[in-house]
């Protein structure tokens, strides 16, 4: 289709073509023919428009100053504050702003009375001044709660002028010096330092001292005496009667495990003989060591 086209004795042109004439895009020409902002036809899907038209709305275009919106900021201070009896009351949401309390704490306030406070409706203003000083007092109690807290003593401003002196505020030593000081006079006397009752507190206070005595070594005649106990003679004769029995029943035993191994039903199911000699033995040595043995006798001299 051509660029240019005459309906009913009116000269138009492509939306394409006045793109290109004016500077703007294709799709905005249009959207301006949509709207009846310019002259203009759709002819096969496609936009013809009025060159003077679309001349004199970019003229009106450039002339036009954007202006950023405008909102009507109407402060809430009014409605916030209000006065009675020359007093200046604010809103709980106010009153939180001010003191950086949380509105519910101010209408709690407000409640109980503790500040002078009105109620307009559902709404609760507290006076400016009454809730300052109650922040006021609460901050100075915290203050001083925290300080006696840490340690820090609160002392109270001296309203008395500053003495001039030309002596040294602070007086530096080193750190080689005696924690507590020397007296001057080396003879001084305890209760010269400590006052007069120094002897009695003294006494108050003993200090037990724990005495250990110290034995002492026993003489050589106090010691003890090793003497040997002699056998005695009765001895010997029994000591032939247990070595014969002993010998008797050692060859007794040694001539039964004999017999009784040689015996054919002795055998176990294994093919083995279960025959302990120890046990026998080691109790005729130990009865002999008893008996044969030196008994040691201890005797303390007088």
């Known amino acids: 289709m051509s660029e240019k086209m005459t309906i009913e004795g009116e000269n138009l042109i492509s939306s394409k073509r006045a793109a290109e004439l004016s500077g703007y895009a294709q799709d905005y020409i249009g959207q301006l023919a949509r709207k009846s902002l310019i002259e203009g036809k759709r002819i096969g899907g496609l936009w013809y428009v009025s060159l003077e038209s679309l001349n004199g709305y970019k003229s009106r275009a450039e002339l036009y100053t954007p202006r950023p919106p405008q909102t009507n900021a109407t402060s809430s201070e009014h409605d916030s504050v209000i006065s009675f009896d020359g007093r200046d009351y604010v809103s709980a949401a106010r009153a939180a702003k001010i003191t950086g309390y949380n509105p519910d704490y101010v209408g709690q306030l407000a409640r109980s009375g503790k500040v002078l406070s009105r109620q307009i409706g559902n709404r609760w203003y507290v006076d400016r001044e009454e809730l300052v000083k109650h922040k006021s007092e609460k901050d100075a109690l915290l203050g001083a709660v925290q ?30 010096q005696d924690l507590i000081p020397r007296p001057s006079n080396p003879k001084i006397g305890y209760k010269e330092i400590f006052g007069e009752h120094a002897e009695e507190d003294r006494k108050k206070n003993p200090i037990s001292i724990r005495e250990q005595t110290v034995l002492e070594e026993p003489s050589g005649e106090e010691e003890e005496e ?49 025959v302990r000699v120890g046990g026998p033995i080691e109790t005729i040595s130990d009865f002999f060591n008893r008996l044969l043995g030196k008994e040691l006798v201890y005797k303390k001299g007088k």
């Open 226 to 274: 090793y003497t040997p106990r002699e056998p005695r003679a009765g001895n010997k004769r029994v000591l032939w009667t247990v070595l014969m029995v002993g010998a008797t029943a050692i060859v007794a035993a040694g001539m039964f495990f004999v017999f009784k191994k040689d015996a054919p039903g002795s055998l176990a199911q294994n093919g083995t003989v279960n």
């Open 147 to 176: 300080a006696e807290a840490v340690g820090v003593s609160h002392h109270t401003a001296s309203t008395s002028t500053p003495r001039l002196s030309s002596e040294p505020f602070f007086t530096y030593r080193t750190d080689g």
